[in-house]
């Protein structure tokens, strides 16, 4: 059985459908994928059971690039097309079953509760996860390794997004860390950010002691994440595509939001927890407020 999978091209898009691929490869075992989606998020797929092919495609104008998409899988016979992008490829194709997402404006339950309705089940038996394989297990352990080994406690930040409007402001998240490290001087915060965006968290790097501090930032291929994160005590962070990773990863995660839709795109599992700003900005949510809610979750911080 032949399964096609063509998801977004943007990270946490990509991350919230693959509760999808669970419900898939529950259903259909044996069945073997071929998956479509962006360039950014297509590492995050390289440990996919039953992994076929992934097709990496990058944007171009007035369609082309699924034209040129279309010539590559036309002559394969589909037992099933998902598409998540709602494009007339999934009509262009020979395929017994077809699955096509429509975004709607209108439609206000969170993107996995969408996605799961394609599919006719529960949000939570289409929950998104992501896999890991044993090498990629065993270079998080490497990396992490660096850290002296009485610091058994990581919290890992990501103060970066893709809007600056998205973003808490950096000095917020100074604040926070040195609530964190008084109740706690043995923590270790890890510093995640892409690499086009480290040069953002240089002011919290310079602001941690050096002992108390991993800094990650843009230094790591996207297929690493998941692994490091599933081995984090805690994740804090904006509303990015690495909020929506840790939360897949099964993480106990904080995810801040101001102007975005959280009821939509909020992070979604059992160890979640949305702080929503007062205000529709970033300012409106205060330190105090975020070093609280991880006191929670992580009671001997």
Not at 125 to 145: D, K, N
Not at 204 to 228: F, H, M, R, V, Y
Request: hydrophobic residues 45%; proline residues 5%; charged residues 20%.
């Amino acid at each position: 059985m032949k399964i096609l999978f063509i998801t977004s091209t943007r990270i946490g898009d990509a991350v919230l459908s693959t509760g999808m691929l669970v419900w898939l490869l529950q259903q259909y075992p044996t069945a073997k994928i071929t998956l479509v989606c962006g360039e950014l998020p297509a590492p995050l797929f390289n440990a996919l059971p039953n992994l076929e092919r992934i097709y990496a495609v990058k944007k171009r104008r007035y369609g082309l690039h699924f034209a040129a998409l279309w010539q590559k899988i036309f002559f394969n016979n589909w037992e099933m097309v998902v598409d998540l992008r709602g494009s007339a490829l999934a009509y262009l194709l020979w395929a017994k079953k077809r699955i096509v997402y429509h975004s709607s404006k209108r439609d206000t339950r969170h993107k996995v509760e969408q996605l799961a309705g394609l599919l006719g089940v529960s949000a939570s038996e289409a929950s998104p996860y992501l896999w890991v394989s044993e090498q990629q297990a065993l270079r998080a352990e490497e990396i992490l390794s660096q850290t002296t080994k009485i610091f058994t406690t990581k919290i890992f930040f990501a103060p970066t997004a893709n809007w600056d409007q998205k973003e808490w402001p950096i000095e917020h998240f100074i604040e926070l860390s040195q609530l964190l490290l008084q109740k706690n001087p043995d923590l270790v915060l890890v510093i995640l950010s892409a690499e086009h965006e480290k040069e953002r968290v240089l002011p919290l790097l310079a602001a941690l002691p050096e002992k108390n501090c991993l800094n990650l930032a843009g230094n790591l291929p996207l297929d690493l994440i998941p692994a490091l994160l599933k081995k984090a005590a805690l994740f804090v962070g904006n509303d990015s595509g690495l909020m929506h990773i840790s939360a897949a990863c099964g993480t106990n995660t904080i995810g801040l939001f101001g102007p975005t839709n959280a009821d939509v795109y909020g992070a979604w599992g059992e160890n979640c927890q949305v702080i929503r700003s007062k205000d529709n900005t970033m300012r409106g949510i205060s330190p105090k407020e975020v070093a609280e809610v991880v006191v929670k979750i992580l009671p001997v911080t």
